[in-house]
């Protein structure tokens, strides 16, 4: 697959402090990439390099093999994570004013708002000053200016902050649609459970080094360490446990049944497969519950910046 | 339209839609001709006071001398003795008891008046006082000499200076009053026209940063861009207003020399014609509109917004870069000296200097020197400039803005980024690297 964007061994310092060191990131065309890191781990400068905020002392950036250059601003869009609006200026006026600055003529401008303003029935709040909004309402406000101008690359730091879970799903939904018709987007936050539910590629970024990168797919299998969640049904629980223990590697589990069961985590060497623990597992007890332990993204997040230390 | 005229019509449009401005374009007009009005009124108000004098004369000859005036009465106090004239002046309360001891000579006496007050008596009453008294005895001391006073009053010469240029053209001394005058009030203007617009391009400045929106617009437009557009809309609506009050300011002009009867054109004729008459305050006025129409009044104008467009350009970027720095207007008050302490030097230098002497040394350095420049170089303008001297002032204007706006730019680049840090000017140094 193409890749859409790529930073090559960007790196940028203020003064002393290193931001950003040697950083690479490639983001496939039509994927939703997940931006991960600490606070502070240098994913707001490389965000800023993309979007051409700040310039890298040295690396590149290519946006559809093309090196970065000012023209490129219109096709992105960049929603950031400190973002307000004018208060005193008319909801209308600066959306057209926002979108007047990407490079769309008044008109196009106006169409396009009509349409998306309808869309999220706000239509009325055109004529209204920011702040009497609330702040949820000025975030759909945001969002919409981020996206107007149909951007190849769509840039999203935290975009679910401020929004109520009804609100948080409206543009979630908006932000899958728009990768179906064709757009990439880059997705910073940390809420894991939006990364699990949306991104199918990750970099991992840590005091300003990218420490992994990759599809979510292969991540997982990458991390995953050979453990199968297991449920035994058995008349003699001490005595199935014993021998368990001898033959393999295993930790008490903890996960919800109906059942009083024998609750186990079983974690296979490389030379056994799953299919003979099972065989050995019937043979023994009734199975009820046999299922391999993937790591969650929060997991893996936890696990290589502790490690990273 | 391209992204910087659509950030100076953005910031134009919010300038002039603001209350404050519509309220100060047409009120501040009105507040400074109140503001003359009052100043005048009080004065007279003070004016209008009457004090009573007590007068103790031992020699019995001042009194009639000393004439009661529209401001000063005197009283009679000699039938008491001075301890009793004292004592009533006190329980009275009059403004005080002039004592005038009769010594044998007048030199002696000269030197022997007194004066007893509550309070310092008022310069200028006793001013008047001593020129009685000294006028008195200058003419007895002549007379002493036998000298005939008639003789002496009519040999008495008056001079009067007419002044007038090389090429012939003839003014009055109330030029020279009307030059300061208007050097002096385009000094001021400027200073203000500084601080006032300086102050809405840091306020915006820090809007859209306490707004969180400068992330937002700095992705589709260079800070720079943002950061002269936001100078360039503003200085828009300044020039609007000033242009408002020019115009305000020359339909005042029109009806007042209608109103007054005279050409808007200074002619020889109606000069001497209004020489040939009598003192009056309708030909003061005229002579002082006159005066005021003789002025290089285009040139003013002119280089009045030159200067008034550098000195804001110099100063306003100055200020740019402070509201970038800062994250509420409370933390930009550390930075204001590199402003303030200027402009105050402008105006002392201006009026200190440059009235006293337009031409010196002081004058002609703080002219050229950029910060100071645009208000003293406008308060010399009317007393005549060289040609040269302006052009070096504003090329050295022009240079200076292009540095400043370099650097404030590198400033603002950074600061616009930077929450919750209190920089210092050492910070803002590290920036400049950045």
């Not at chain 1, 840039?155 to 401020?162: K, L, Q, Y």
């Not at chain 2, 302490?341 to 002219?367: A, K, W």
């Amino acid at each position: 697959m193409a890749n859409l964007l790529e930073v090559q061994q960007a790196t940028k310092r203020f003064g002393d402090f290193t931001a950003l060191q040697e950083v690479s990131i490639r983001v496939p065309k039509g994927s939703i990439f997940g931006l991960l890191g600490p606070n502070g781990a240098g994913k707001t400068t490389l965000i800023r390099i993309i979007n051409q905020i700040t310039l890298p002392d040295q690396g590149s950036v290519y946006l559809d093999n093309e090196l970065l250059k000012p023209e490129h601003i219109k096709d992105i869009g960049y929603l950031p994570e400190e973002r307000g609006l004018y208060k005193s200026m008319k909801v209308g006026e600066q959306a057209l004013y926002l979108a007047q600055l990407k490079g769309l003529s008044k008109k196009e401008a106006k169409e396009r708002l009509k349409y998306w303003f309808d869309k999220f029935e706000i239509t009325h709040w055109w004529n209204k000053k920011i702040q009497e909004l609330s702040k949820g309402m000025a975030q759909k406000v945001q969002f919409i200016v981020t996206i107007l101008h149909r951007p190849k690359l769509l840039i999203f730091d935290e975009p679910f902050s401020g929004f109520d879970p009804i609100n948080a799903n409206v543009i979630k939904d908006e932000i899958l649609q728009l990768r179906d018709e064709g757009a990439t987007v880059i997705f910073s936050t940390h809420r894991m459970e939006s990364v699990e539910e949306l991104c199918d590629h990750i970099a991992l970024i840590n005091k300003s080094k990218k420490i992994l990168e990759g599809k979510v797919s292969d991540i997982k299998r990458e991390f995953k360490s050979n453990t199968f969640e297991v449920g035994l049904l058995t008349e003699n629980s001490n005595g199935l446990y014993d021998t368990l223990k001898d033959k393999f590697n295993v930790a008490p589990a903890d996960f919800k049944t109906i059942d009083d069961q024998l609750k186990l985590k079983i974690t296979l060497d490389q030379n056994t497969s799953s299919n003979q623990l099972l065989t050995f597992l019937s043979e023994k007890a009734q199975v009820v519950r046999f299922n391999e332990v993937i790591p969650s993204i929060n997991e893996i997040f936890i696990k290589t910046i502790t490690e990273n230390e | 339209m391209s992204n910087l005229k659509l950030i100076i019509k953005r910031e134009f449009i919010a300038r002039v839609r603001n209350k404050t401005f519509v309220v100060m374009t047409f009120l501040s007009p009105l507040i400074f001709v109140g503001m003359i009005s009052l100043i005048t009124w009080l004065a007279t108000l003070n004016n209008d006071e009457v004090r009573e004098v007590a007068l103790f004369d031992e020699t019995g000859t001042f009194m009639s001398d000393f004439k009661d005036s529209d401001n000063i009465d005197y009283i009679d106090y000699s039938s008491l003795t001075l301890n009793e004239a004292k004592d009533s002046v006190v329980a009275k309360k009059l403004y005080g008891l002039l004592y005038i001891p009769n010594k044998g000579s007048n030199r002696v006496l000269a030197e022997s008046i007194q004066f007893y007050a509550e309070e310092a008596p008022n310069i200028s009453i006793l001013n008047d006082i001593e020129e009685i008294i000294a006028s008195k005895l200058t003419n007895q001391n002549f007379e002493e000499k036998g000298l005939d006073l008639n003789v002496i009053e009519n040999s008495r010469a008056k001079v009067s200076i007419q002044i007038e240029n090389f090429s012939g053209e003839k003014t009055s001394k109330m030029a020279n009053y009307v030059k300061m005058f208007f050097g002096g009030a385009a000094g001021y203007f400027l200073m203000m026209f500084i601080i006032i617009y300086g102050n809405m391009v840091m306020r915006s400045v820090i809007e859209e940063k306490s707004n969180r929106i400068i992330e937002i617009i700095i992705s589709s437009v260079k800070p720079l861009q943002l950061m002269m557009g936001k100078i360039l809309g503003t200085s828009f609506a300044g020039i609007l207003q000033f242009a408002i009050w020019v115009i305000l300011g020359a339909v005042l002009l029109v009806v007042a020399t209608s109103v007054f009867g005279i050409e808007p054109q200074p002619t020889g004729v109606g000069l001497e014609q209004s020489m040939m008459m009598q003192e009056n305050n309708q030909e003061e006025i005229q002579l002082l509109l006159q005066d005021i129409l003789k002025l290089p009044l285009g040139t003013l104008v002119i280089s009045f917004l030159i200067y008034f467009i550098g000195g804001y350009f110099l100063y306003s970027s100055i200020y740019a870069a402070i509201g970038a720095a800062v994250d509420s207007e409370t933390d930009s008050q550390q930075f204001m000296l590199p402003i303030i302490l200027p402009l105050m030097l402008g105006i002392y230098v201006g009026f200190f200097s440059v009235i006293e002497n337009p031409h010196g040394t002081v004058s002609t350095v703080f002219s050229m020197i950029p910060l100071t420049s645009p208000i003293v170089m406008l308060m010399r303008i009317p007393f005549g400039v060289p040609w040269w001297e302006v052009v070096i002032s504003i090329f050295l204007l022009v240079g200076s803005i292009i540095f400043m706006i370099w650097l404030a730019g590198k400033i603002y680049k950074v600061g616009i980024l930077m929450y919750g840090k209190k920089p210092s000017y050492k910070e803002l140094f590290k920036w400049l690297r950045y």
